[in-house]
């Protein structure tokens, strides 16, 4: 008897085990796809049906199965939905991740599945139906003159048939494009094909690809694509709605111009070249010594196969991203593939730029700037195995790559290769577990490490660290002055902006050079006060002030998304005296511009904003860098994303307004966060030919962090850190585990957190005794409410090296759910506000 063990697609704790059904006896012709793991089924549940995910097959005696439950009650798999998404590698790691993330082992699954592209249970009036993917391929039909064509004369009134071949003869079109034109052809083109006249073809076109790939589909299995695939250079610009007319002696399809010669068409025939056919890659740069040394620590990694990891600590100019590129070259020359995460905020055109530079067409990207559609389409062209290398975000490990030979983890040390919703994994985990299962290597580069993985390169022996502590081009770090505000303030000055950072944008500014400026606030300021009685405008559904915005004059709480005009007279005294306090960008931006224009310079300095208002677009990054880029001379104006990942050989200046907005967070990473931004900023200039210098503005003079980042001097940041973090039992002295209890009854909420501490207490002392772990006490977030939540939590403090699953996995996977309340578990948490 063949049984299939299945992971419902249910995210409850309730259903955390795959269930047991029976496959089918017999396959009918019919199927379209075979039962393995990894595929998507549907199967009875209870008096209904839903979707689950195959995790294992396995065949087993009536009697063997008799020890787990009754073979006679053993239901059957109703439907093979998909082909495999996943294999057995996949379903483990699903397993792994369940139970050291405390997760839903379905929310888990999922991560393997293509985006938007899984069938679904809905509840509709009629009871629960099947709901196909919401996306899928465009899979499109191309029309072309057949042999027949020549004899064939249409019938005096088959006036559309006669149109259609008119149109055909300048080439072929898709069927969208012939719809647009005709409307309704699809019994037209049937009786035509018929006949012999025309010939259809199918091919998958990929959205979104520079370079779109169109093949003829010749397999069943997602992304099976013709291995004469041709590549059409037009980008992929239109759809059938925006088609252009066709008239009847030419046509214009929206990709390409149609020649009056079918032969202009040979680009998208299957006689074109393959992607890389006539590819050239960028020239290599010659290695600095620093740099081959660590290529060659990497490639010894890569070639022993045991899963080791790398630390590639190098200052930010140090040439990393060629150590990564020729690392990879190492590894596709041995048949193996590449996987390269990247932060979000990173991930710029850029970035992937210089990939797909060195290796053409077979770079896939995944992001969630992508749109569904596209996010499906590179998905599908890894499953196909066209693929070699993955540049992405942290969801990139989880793309069906296989014989993976080296993962990359650039900027390894963001807050943002952490997962913020189940299942709650943090990639660079992720990435150390698939290493040590699969032999590849790990290579996590910074010029900033994060605490914890320098911890583990000095005492984990499958770990080693490798420096870069010299710029590529042989260049010196910029030099950073540290400009005290308070001095600032007392001396009588009241701008945002120090006379010395105004002098020295001035100077950049008329030598015809760029300057970056960096503000780790959206908005126009922090919040509105009334001089006459205090009151500050908050939000009502989260603990947060909200945030004036000058352009439309609204005040906005940037957790929620709540919006209200901004008062002209205080809500609670109506005094007419309110007054913003705190910069946010908008503000810098307005004050800003007055700045520069009071410089009467003979050209215009466009200034470049770059925050969460300005980059909600789709490639709006790409059009604010591309601005930045052609100007002459410029300021770029910006949150953490203008922080790392850009490279302009003629930035000069980097200032720094305030670099206190995270330090006085109550967050024990703030100063190791605070450290890393302003030394991240630093490297943005200065980074060719041209002398760069830092100006940070700050409150906090004496901070270590500041200190560390002015002389970049790492040291001086550890030497005050790392005691207290070995004091207080905090990483990487420690494990965390952030219990988060939220809901919309504020009595319910604090008595579930007390009583479910009490649990976990209780079950730390009888299952480690008193010694190690500690259970504090159930308390309000710092963000006590949130989207109109109340918000408390208690934190698990352990060994480090503890595993902390088979202690607290128990304790919620048996816990009854309680109406109006939610839980969650952080296990090493990044936040904790």
């Keep these: 008897m063949k049984i299939a063990r299945v992971v419902l697609d249910i995210s409850t704790h309730a259903l955390d085990a795959p269930y047991t059904y029976r496959a089918p006896d017999e396959v009918p012709d019919t199927a379209e796809y075979e039962l393995e793991v990894g595929c998507a089924v549907l199967v009875p549940f209870g008096p209904r049906s839903a979707v689950g995910f195959v995790v294992a097959i396995e065949e087993v005696s009536a009697r063997e199965l008799s020890a787990e439950l009754d073979p006679a009650k053993l239901r059957y798999v109703s439907r093979v939905l998909s082909p495999a998404y996943f294999d057995e590698e996949g379903a483990a790691c699903a397993r792994w991740l369940a139970e050291s993330c405390l997760a839903p082992l379905s929310a888990c699954v999922r991560l393997f599945t293509p985006p938007g592209g899984v069938p679904r249970m809905v509840r509709g009036p009629q009871g629960w139906r099947l709901q196909q993917s919401a996306v899928g391929e465009v899979d499109d039909r191309w029309v072309m003159l057949d042999v027949g064509a020549a004899d064939f004369t249409p019938r005096r009134n088959a006036v559309r048939q006669a149109a259609i071949i008119e149109a055909l003869r300048a080439g072929e079109l898709r069927v969208s494009e012939l719809t647009v034109e005709f409307g309704s052809v699809s019994s037209v083109l049937r009786a035509l094909e018929q006949k012999g006249v025309v010939r259809i073809e199918r091919r998958r076109r990929f959205r979104g690809m520079q370079g779109p790939v169109l093949a003829s589909r010749t397999s069943s299995a997602p992304g099976a694509i013709a291995a004469e695939g041709a590549v059409v250079g037009a980008a992929d610009a239109a759809t059938a709605a925006g088609a252009a007319a066709i008239a009847p002696d030419a046509a214009i399809a929206p990709d390409a111009a149609i020649a009056p010669d079918a032969a202009a068409h040979a680009a998208a025939t299957p006689a074109a070249p393959e992607p890389d056919a006539c590819f050239t890659p960028s020239p290599k740069p010659r290695l600095t010594q620093g740099q081959?040394?660590?290529?060659?620590?990497?490639?010894?990694?890569?070639?022993?196969?045991?899963?080791?990891?790398?630390?590639?600590?190098?200052?930010?100019?140090?040439?990393?991203?060629?150590?990564?590129?020729?690392?990879?070259?190492?590894?596709?020359?041995?048949?193996?593939?590449?996987?390269?995460?990247?932060?979000e905020i990173a991930l710029t055109p850029q970035t992937v730029g210089r990939f797909r530079g060195r290796f053409g067409d077979r770079v896939a990207v995944m992001h969630s700037r992508m749109s569904a559609g596209e996010r499906y389409d590179q998905w599908d062209f890894i499953y196909a195995g066209q693929a070699r290398v993955v540049v992405g975000a942290r969801s990139a490990l989880f793309t069906p790559m296989r014989e993976v030979g080296i993962i990359i983890i650039d900027e390894e040390h963001e807050a943002t290769y952490k997962q913020e919703s189940a299942p709650r994994y943090h990639a660079r985990e992720v990435a150390l577990w698939m290493a040590a299962r699969s032999g590849a290597g790990v290579v996590l580069g910074s010029a900033t490490p994060s605490i914890e993985s320098l911890h583990a390169a000095a005492t984990n022996p499958r770990w080693q660290r490798v420096a870069l502590p010299e710029r590529a081009n042989g260049r010196p770090l910029p030099p950073v002055t540290v400009i005290d505000m308070a001095r600032e303030f007392g001396s009588g000055s009241r701008s945002m902006f120090s006379r010395t950072l105004a002098q020295s944008l001035h100077d950049e500014l008329a030598a015809g050079r760029k300057a970056v400026l960096l503000l780790n606030q959206r908005g126009f300021a922090k919040f509105v006060l009334c001089r006459e009685c205090g009151h500050v405008p908050t939000c009502p559904d989260c603990s947060t002030s909200l945030t004036f915005h000058e352009q439309g004059s609204y005040l906005c709480c940037h957790h929620c998304g709540h919006r209200i005009a901004a008062p002209a007279r205080c809500p609670e005294c109506s005094s007419p005296y309110l007054r913003k306090f705190g910069a946010g960008t908008q503000r810098v931006?307005?004050?800003?511009?007055?700045?520069?224009?009071?410089?009467?310079?003979?050209?215009?300095?466009?200034?470049?904003?770059?925050?969460?208002?300005?980059?909600?677009?789709?490639?709006?990054?790409?059009?604010?860098?591309?601005?930045?880029?052609?100007?002459?001379?410029?300021?770029?104006?910006?949150?953490?994303?203008?922080?790392?990942?850009?490279?302009?050989?003629?930035?000069?200046?980097?200032?720094?307004?305030?670099?206190?907005?995270?330090?006085?967070?109550?967050?024990?990473?703030?100063?190791?966060?605070?450290?890393?931004?302003?030394?991240?900023?630093?490297?943005?200039?200065?980074?060719?030919?041209?002398?760069?210098?830092?100006?940070?503005?700050?409150?906090?003079?004496?901070?270590?962090?500041?200190?560390?980042?002015?002389?970049?001097?790492?040291?001086?940041?550890?030497?005050?850190?790392?005691?207290?973090?070995?004091?207080?039992?905090?990483?990487?002295?420690?494990?965390?585990?952030?219990?988060?209890?939220?809901?919309?009854?504020?009595?319910?909420?604090?008595?579930?957190?007390?009583?479910?501490?009490?649990?976990?207490?209780?079950?730390?002392?009888?299952?480690?005794?008193?010694?190690?772990?500690?259970?504090?006490?159930?308390?309000?977030c710092a963000l006590a409410k949130l989207r109109g939540t109340h918000r408390w939590h208690f934190v698990v403090k352990a060994p480090a090296g503890t595993d902390m699953s088979p202690v607290l996995l128990p304790v919620f996977r048996e816990r009854r759910p309680r109406a109006g309340v939610s839980v969650a578990v952080d296990i090493d948490p990044l936040d904790m506000l």
């Excluded at 040439?319 to 390269?340: C, P, S």
């Design 589 to 780: 931006e307005a004050d800003l511009r007055v700045l520069i224009e009071g410089f009467g310079l003979r050209h215009e300095v466009p200034i470049i904003r770059m925050d969460a208002d300005t980059t909600s677009g789709k490639n709006a990054h790409q059009t604010l860098l591309e601005r930045f880029g052609a100007a002459s001379s410029a300021v770029l104006l910006g949150t953490q994303m203008i922080a790392k990942g850009l490279d302009f050989d003629d930035v000069t200046l980097v200032g720094v307004i305030n670099a206190d907005t995270m330090l006085m967070l109550p967050d024990y990473r703030s100063a190791e966060r605070t450290y890393s931004l302003i030394e991240q900023v630093a490297g943005r200039a200065g980074r060719a030919h041209l002398d760069g210098r830092v100006l940070v503005q700050t409150y906090e003079a004496a901070a270590s962090a500041i200190r560390a980042a002015a002389a970049h001097d790492r040291a001086i940041f550890l030497r005050d850190e790392l005691p207290k973090r070995r004091a207080l039992s905090y990483p990487p002295y420690a494990r965390l585990a952030n219990v988060l209890v939220w809901g919309q009854s504020l009595q319910d909420v604090s008595d579930e957190a007390k009583a479910l501490r009490a649990v976990v207490e209780r079950r730390v002392r009888d299952w480690v005794g008193p010694f190690g772990w500690k259970v504090q006490d159930a308390v309000p």
């Design 292 to 343: 081959a040394a660590a290529l060659e620590a990497i490639r010894l990694v890569c070639d022993r196969g045991a899963g080791e990891a790398v630390l590639l600590d190098g200052v930010t100019g140090s040439g990393k991203t060629e150590v990564y590129l020729q690392a990879i070259e190492h590894v596709l020359d041995q048949g193996r593939n590449a996987v390269v995460l990247v932060p």
